[in-house]
């Protein structure tokens, strides 16, 4: 049942963690933007001060979750997850604890359509996330593919406090060492000694911070629902966005964490 095993976590801060997991039978072919479930037991133990669970999970069943991939199918060993600690989760209460060396379950099959599958090489990128939304984008940016030479790429990160940047040192060497990228930090809870952006993603589509053109510009939106609500509702009656699906092939592509 349980055939992965933690290679790796970096706290990020207590409640989000970055997590390498090491499928004991390889990491399998993947597309930037796809997702896994990960699960462990009813019996794996939760982080002390858990609060009580309403209805305990059976000791053997396997309780799983939907992940997106952090890192680029170029890394063979192992897959990278972002995820956030939900107080009263029932699996990220487990997840909370486990340690390099632990096991845990990884669902072999890799899936999802949130992927650049099918844009034009010279189509723009605006990655738009709030919190661990940013996994799928960071998968995207560290695969070299996606780097086309006539795409700009912009990473929009919208998070509660300004210690919630994670990955802030790499998206700023990527700056550094890309001109056709831009990484726009946002912080809705910052103090005011902050000197960054406050507020939240969508003040930057209303302030003209983002400019964009339906006919060149992909957007992808992935992470808080109420976020997506409001910029899918925004761009698909102001600006002429519509939104993706295997069927239907949009510019709007929507990855709902919950
Ligand atoms: C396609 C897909 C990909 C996902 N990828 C990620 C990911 O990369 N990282 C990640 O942290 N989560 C991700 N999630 C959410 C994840 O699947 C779980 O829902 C989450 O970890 C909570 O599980 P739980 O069992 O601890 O909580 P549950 O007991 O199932 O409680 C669910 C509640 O937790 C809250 N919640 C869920 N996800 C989050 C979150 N990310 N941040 C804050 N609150 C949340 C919501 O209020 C939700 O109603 C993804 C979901 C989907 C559908």
Redesign the pocket.
């Known amino acids: 049942m349980l055939n992965s095993t933690v290679v790796g976590r970096v706290d990020v801060t207590p409640e989000l963690m970055i997590l390498q997991v090491k499928p004991d039978a390889g990491v399998p072919p993947f597309q930037p933007g796809q ?1 896994v479930a990960l699960g462990l037991p009813g019996s794996a133990p939760r982080y002390p001060g858990a609060p009580g669970e309403a209805e305990a999970p059976a000791a053997d069943k396997l ?1 799983k ?4 991939i ?1 890192s680029s199918p170029a890394v063979g060993e192992y897959f990278e ?6 107080p ?6 487990r ?1 909370a604890v486990v340690k390099p060396g632990d096991r845990l379950f990884a669902q072999p099959k890799v899936t ?1 359509t ?1 992927t650049l599958e099918g844009i034009p090489d010279d189509h723009n990128l605006v990655l738009v996330s709030t ?3 940013l ?2 984008f960071m998968s995207m940016i560290r695969t070299p593919t996606t780097w086309t030479s006539s795409r700009k790429i912009t990473i929009v990160h919208g998070v509660r406090y300004p210690q919630d940047f994670a990955y802030s040192d790499e998206l700023n060497s990527f700056v550094s060492q890309r001109a056709a990228f831009e990484y726009l930090p946002i912080a809705s809870r910052a103090p005011e000694s902050f000197s960054g952006r406050k507020g939240r993603v969508q003040a930057l589509f209303e302030d003209g911070s983002l400019q964009l053109n339906a006919a060149t510009d992909h957007v992808f939106l992935c ?2 629902p109420a976020m997506i609500d409001d910029l899918e509702r925004d761009l698909t009656t102001k600006l002429g966005y519509t939104v993706h699906s295997k069927k239907a092939p949009g510019n709007l592509h929507v ?4």
């Open positions: 997702y309780i979750r939907a992940y997106s952090g997850f972002y995820i956030a600690i939900v009263d989760g029932a699996l990220t209460s997840l999802g949130f919190g661990t939304g996994a799928p992470g808080n990855e709902k964490y919950w």
